[in-house]
């Protein structure tokens, strides 16, 4: 598993960091606090507060190309 912190601080950075992320297999997560969310998951996302930095949990990233590349523009 890797992690990195990401910014998500308004809605067309969510809507799309959620169609990129979507292009990937494997499980992606975002942890802010006491709250961890399926990362694919709009509905989840907009749960959390994101004017926050939230962590993105990458898991199982050896079997994928490199999401940190094609999520560069959220990445903090």
Same mark, same amino acid.
């Given at each position: 598993m890797k992690s990195v912190n990401v910014s998500l601080n308004t809605i067309d950075k969510v809507k799309k960091f959620v169609n990129l992320i979507n292009t990937f297999e494997g499980d992606f997560d975002l942890v802010t606090e006491r709250y961890v969310i399926d990362a694919?998951?709009?509905?989840?996302?907009?749960?959390?507060?994101?004017?926050?930095? $939230?962590? $993105?949990?990458?898991?199982?990233?050896?079997?994928?190309s490199d999401p940190e590349t094609v999520l560069k523009e959220f990445i903090v």
């Open positions: 694919k998951s709009i509905m989840g996302i907009f749960s959390l507060d994101i004017s926050n930095v $939230l962590r $993105l949990d990458i898991h199982d990233n050896a079997s994928m």
